[in-house]
């Protein structure tokens, strides 16, 4: 992965060069004779027109890394290629989590299942938050979501020397997390739980192990606010089904796929599968209705499953019935 040309700084004695080239050939246009006075006087530090070129060459390189600064944002809402959101994400250290890990025993080899494009665009988004002295609630989630990522800062004192020492945990190991959600139980008192949505278990139950290990990490002194009393909970999965029936009619244009319209409805559910997530019955016909449905009738969920913010829908069945109208 390189930067990619469009964000590239150029450097200073290169650019300072094509300055110089640019200027002497426009002048010998007109007069070489003066154009090669002007190249030793622009090439010469001891004289006054190389110096003010070159600080207008220093200017140029400014203003081109804050212009490819300007675009780097706007580049986080156009980017869709994996290679640059990881680019991206690196602006502030992270890299793409594991999921699961490669398995080299086996033959073939079954590769590393790696952190999606949304995860790691989602913690990119989270991560201006993580410099925030207050305990904003964004910022306990961007913490819980990159667990373990922060080194572990000793300080050592010894007769004649300071020591400080950084220990990096193993990164190589699946990232547990899917999705966290810190929420204050008492106005003011400091008392703030983090539920914990895992990778671990289907429905998303986090462990006894897990919530300890997401505790522990928060509770580091460069993490945690002095006056906040952090606790862990498991989030709490909010069972349903989606139960449809998709009328197709006579019009070739409106055939529906059952197995594609299946698709649909588990990817609809694994996308809404998270902390504080509402389920609209709505949205659910309307992904079958852009598969060409011609019409679309949801029988479960018999109303919309709407969270709290420890709780997070989890589909238990797919069921779409495709009929001739």
């Not at 700084?9 to 002048?27: D, G, H, K, Q």
């Not at 780097?72 to 594991?98: C, H, N, P, W």
């Not at 999606?116 to 993580?130: E, G």
Request: negative net charge.
């Amino acid at each position: 992965m390189s930067l990619p040309k469009a964000f590239v700084v150029p450097e200073f004695e290169t650019l300072l060069s094509e300055y110089i080239e640019a200027a002497v050939a426009y002048c010998a246009k007109s007069d070489t004779d003066k154009a090669q006075l002007l190249h030793q006087a622009m090439t010469n530090d001891g004289e006054l027109l190389a110096q003010v070129t070159q600080a207008f060459v220093l200017k140029r390189v400014a203003e081109i890394r804050e212009q490819n600064h300007q675009a780097l944002q706007m580049f986080r809402k156009f980017v869709t290629e994996s290679d640059m959101v990881d680019l991206l994400a690196l602006q502030y250290g992270l890299k793409r989590q594991i999921l699961t890990p490669s398995d080299n025993s086996i033959f073939p080899p079954k590769p590393a299942i790696m952190e999606s494009d949304a995860s790691l665009l989602q913690r990119f988004d989270l991560a201006p938050y993580q410099f925030h002295t207050t305990g904003t609630r964004m910022g306990y989630k961007f913490h819980a979501l990159t667990l373990d990522e922060r080194p572990l800062i000793k300080i050592e004192s010894e007769p004649d020397a300071v020591v400080m020492r950084y220990e990096f945990q193993h990164l190589n190991r699946p990232m547990p997390v899917k999705d966290a959600m810190p929420k204050m139980l008492e106005p003011n008192s400091g008392k703030v739980c983090v539920a914990v949505l895992s990778r671990e278990h289907p429905q998303g139950i986090a462990s006894a192990a897990l919530l300890k290990r997401v505790a522990d990490y928060l509770q580091r002194d460069d993490i945690a606010q002095e006056s906040d009393e952090i606790t862990t909970k498991s989030a709490a999965p909010k069972l349903y089904r989606i139960v449809a029936s998709v009328y197709t009619g006579s019009d070739p244009s409106s055939h529906v796929d059952k197995a594609q319209a299946e698709h649909a409805a588990w990817t609809l559910a694994e996308k809404r599968h998270k902390l504080n997530g509402i389920v609209d019955r709505e949205e659910v016909a309307h992904i079958l209705y852009e598969l060409g449905a011609k019409r679309a009738k949801v029988h479960e969920p018999a109303a919309d499953v709407i969270c709290q913010w420890d709780e997070a829908p989890y589909c238990t069945e797919v069921i779409i019935d495709v009929r001739g109208d």
